[in-house]
């Protein structure tokens, strides 16, 4: 008799507990974690892009976390379109523009304010790309170098040249002992020249 009044109870407890983990499952998957994307755009008037659909250039909107693409045009300014991952409650994100013909450079002159922030903008990621650059390449802390027969800077990466965090290193040798001399400079700091991107030039 106990065990048939027990049954009921059990069977009930088992189904209120799929339903439970059905709920919960529509409500984890329905349409994911969400972030609220501050937006800051220079010119505050640009064309911006979500994922490929225009959204206001400045204010907030909210986005399914992971992975979206940002694209920011206007007539007289240099386009750039970036690629971010949403995360979090909220996160903020800047959609500056440069100006590349005489109507940008007009704008900027119209809109102080603004270009000093746009100026702001770029010596802050000028000195970050730099940073990188320092912790990815240890030779830059040594560049420009002038040795016994050769000269050691830097340029874009031939390899890479849209990359602006890669680099070649520019060896320009000066008599028939250079070229040994500056590998023995690379590998006197422990570093290999097989794994740098190096561009060997000859001097006067």
């Known amino acids: 008799m106990l065990e048939e009044n027990r049954r009921p109870l059990f069977i009930g407890v088992v189904a209120l507990a799929v339903v439970v983990v059905l709920v919960g499952g529509i409500l984890l998957f329905r349409g994911g974690s969400q972030t609220s994307l501050t937006i ?8 911006l892009k979500l994922d490929g659909h225009e959204i206001p250039a400045n204010g907030e909107v909210k986005v399914k976390a992971g992975q979206h693409t940002l694209d920011g045009q206007r007539r007289g300014f240099e386009g750039y379109s970036m690629t971010f991952t949403a995360e979090g409650d909220r996160q903020a994100v800047k959609m500056y523009l440069y100006a590349n013909s005489a109507e940008g450079r007009e704008w900027a002159k119209n809109n102080p304010e603004q270009e000093l922030k746009l100026e702001a903008e770029a010596g802050q990621r000028f000195d970050e790309i730099q940073a990188r650059l320092r912790q990815k390449y240890p030779i830059l802390g040594q ?12 340029t874009k990466s031939k390899t890479d040249p849209t990359n602006p965090e890669a680099i070649s290193v520019v060896i320009e040798v000066y ?17 290999d020249p097989a794994t740098l991107d190096l561009i060997w030039t000859t001097g006067k």
């Open 40 to 47: 800051e755009s220079i010119p505050n008037d640009l064309t």
């Open 143 to 154: 560049l420009p170098y002038v040795g016994d027969g050769f000269e050691a800077t830097y």
């Open 175 to 191: 008599g028939p002992q250079g070229r040994e001399k500056a590998n023995q400079w690379i590998q006197g700091y422990g570093w």
